[in-house]
């Protein structure tokens, strides 16, 4: 497998697709799309296949000098591993459900979404910083023409508040990126993860790319663009901007910030906490008072992501490996969520809640998986959301107990504005008759539910098979981060076992002995 | 002398090609466009490929008020190359009214703005400014009957007139306190102690050229111009002058005051940052299409000043890539808006009309996209890269807060063009049709052509742009 460029060659399928999408027509472009969409999938699943848990850092490297001054460099550790994993199987399933969703300049969408795929996993591909600049901006356009061209009533306001908004807080990291290139000489990534930068500089520099990544996550209080872009887009489009696009911000965090600049990680992490605790609740209780099911996932996320925030700078393994594990799984379960309201949007053509109940009598199949998605969101146990959640909090816990005090209270809201929802729409008598008119669940839809439940449930009972890559590269990340982290309050200690007890096998991790719950 | 003359082949062929297509215009009559067409595109091949066979040479000629270096040769290729397109264009847009005169005016223009960039003397550099000005005011009001074209050349000839004066007198204070008027005795002076006569003459040469540049506060004309002009003249003036008023203006502050950093750095600095916003401003809520680009260069031209006010060899590096990245933009853009005719015919320049041209016109309203999107520096497009270069410069010469605030600026840019791309993309279908068809092979080419350079494939010419630029600039230092 060795010298065989294949990332090279998972940014060239899509790109060709996209090309060829614009010039067949709009029948031919859906099939060109699906098979170029599931030809990377399939070109991701031999990349994991052959990605070797506990070697080298970085692998599948791929150095080409073609533009003098940066260089296309490829290569990916275990984080970037998970991410491409995830954009490249949402992404046939995004296909999938735009498939009669979308009926005018279908060859044009189709080309967009394969463009965007290219910019995403070009992203997480990224060794040269110029380069991941690019991918990163890149994303702009083609998610720019999704909503703008294929959304909602409102979807011109939309699509210029998500571009500018993005954009304003993306330069600033380019100047930052700029300072850093001037200092360190060299635009390689992998060096200048291990460069350190004057404490002084560091200041200024993770301010300017928390700019831009704090509006890309996003954290309160820039959090605004987002359930406009969510409402407004079309089904597919909200599933790959809550599924992938929204983790371009925590990858930046975990893959510039915290490992480049670790003493301002430290001195600035306050803010983190402080942002995060507010979005927790803030947005938490903003969900509770939806009417329109879109803006209310929207609102849950910016509450996800939060907590990943939070157990990101909590600094520590289990912290670290529970915000990744988020980050996977809410990608799964908000685009599960997102079509799961797409599914009953196509029929009604209203996201209004008052307008559905009862779905539950003539949707059977579609309550069961609607019911497992909003499960997972909770972090119900045996869900992907539980594990995620479980771990971040630990880690965030040994950090501050306060931060854990107040984002524990996340997990309470989040069960009561999904219950909510869930109760509101789906349970409750079958009262109006275009809604008990709705047939259940088509083929399509089944073919792309039963993925992503499975994924979810995967995640949910057995997170080592996505923990395991990344283990070593969150170790790199908490050992780089090591002198310059703070005290936390906690102070655990391990209990004494008592000596006959038969002690089950031991997860990974060592805060069992905290007492987290 | 001799040896002198055998080193200005270029200007030598452009005025001799000149006379002759204004003869063949005049004897042969107005109705054979093919024969003077392709008498004067012959001459700029020519003149191209003299300055292609001069490339390294670096000397100075005429008792060092000329200069041959590979500076000006990269300068004069890329006006030759924009006269060169303003000519193929120029006869459907005519539309059988086409006359010799304007390809004559077009290559007097192109030998002044030749002298402009390679002028090292204060007297040389006025005489091509001057020759380059004469001939663009006939341009302008080129369409006689026209009242647009005929206020737009008043207008650029009234105030022309008025920043040539400015230039004058500035160049009458640092004559007069320099006791010379060749760059490089200049500069010698502006090493020592700068008296007030200097700062005077500094402050009113670069108002001079500002204008030219087109740089806010002396902007004003470039809007209105570049509505009443022919739009093929509107593309000449959007990217052949600018191109010799910007690297005239890199080798008046770099060669001749150069050592007063403190006195030049301040006022360029000013210039971006007013033209950038004011560029970036202004453009909101602009109706006609062509107004628009000119506000759009007005916001370019300030980024360009950002290379400018690092004052360094990167920075002058960064201008000259950024010129001819955006000469190429710019030609592209103004090629789709002269391919935008309506059912009769007619040219379209109204914003509005535009709506819903990606239905109708899938291919032009594309390349417009690209053309936006990269006049905005947003990636993967190649406008992106030499902003980044401008920027990098600044950073490097400690100018962080000039970085910062350009740059955030740029986003106000952004959202007018992305404005123009809601209307094409986003927006219903207009009344206005937009018959395909007609356009020149040529046109098209060179649309489609630089829409795919500026996508993805510029990268790929980092490396020969870079050296290019890296010996042009290193003369001036």
Known sequence: MSGFPILSLMLAVPAIAAILCLFVGDKVSRWVALGATLATFVLGCILWANFDIGGAQWQFTERADLFGRFQYALGIDGMALMLIMLSVFLMPLCILASWDAIKSRVGLYMSMFLIMEVVMIGVFMAQDLLLFYIFFEAGLIPMYFIIGIWGGANRKYAAFKFFLYTLLGSVLMLIAMI????????????????????????TWLWLAFFASLAVKMPMWPVHTWLPDAHVQAPTAGSMILAGVLLKLGAYGFIRFMMPMFPDASAQLMWIVFGLSMIAVVYTSLVALAQSDMKKLIAYSSVAHMAIVTAGLFAFNQQGIEGALIIMLSHGVVSAALFFCVGVIYDRLHTREIDRYGGLAVNMPAYALFFMLFTMASIGLPGTSGFVGEFLSLAGIYEASSWVAFVCTTGIILGAAYMLYLYRRVVFGELTKDDVKAMPDLNAREWTIMVPLAAV?????????????????????????????????????????????????????????????? | MTADLMLIWPELILTIGGLITLMLGTFLGDRNVGLYQLSSLLTLAAAAAAVVALFGVETTVFSGTLSVDSFGGFAKLLIYAASFVCIVIAPRFFNGGMRAEYPTLILFAALGMGIMASSRDLMTLYVGLELNSLAAYVLASFMRTDER?????????????????????GISLLYGFTGTTDFAGIAKVLGGELNIGLIFGIVFVLAGLGFKISAVPFHMWTPDVYEGAPTPVTTFFASAPKVAAMALMTRVVIDAMGPAVGAWQQIIIFLSLASIILGAVGAIGQKNIKRLLAYSSINNVGFMLVGLAAGTQQGVEGVLTYLLVYMLTTLGAFLVVLQLRDADGNQVESIPALAGLSQRRPGLAAAMAVFLFSLAGIPPLFGFWPKYLVFEAAVNANLVPLAVAGIVASVIGAFYYIAIIKTMYFDDKSDTEFPAGGGAIVEDAVITASALWLSVIGYLFIPVLAILSASAAAVLF
Do not use: C
């Open chain 2, 149 to 169: 074209s005929s206020e737009a050349g008043l207008k650029y000839f009234v105030l022309g007139a008025l920043a040539s004066g400015m230039l004058l007198y």
């Open chain 1, 179 to 202: 300072a850093m290139i001037a200092e360190a000489g060299t635009t390689d990534i992998p060096t200048l993860l291990n460069y350190d930068f004057p404490v002084q500089m560091q």
């Open chain 1, 456 to 517: 979810a449930l995967w995640m949910g009972v057995y997170p080592e098979s996505f923990l395991a890559p990344m283990r070593g590269d969150v170790t790199t990340v908490v050992a780089r981060l090591a002198p310059a982290k703070p005290a936390g309050d906690a102070h655990l200690a391990a209990g004494k076992p008592k000596p006959a007890a038969a002690h089950g096998e031991t997860a990974h991790g060592s805060s069992h002995a905290g007492g987290v719950q």
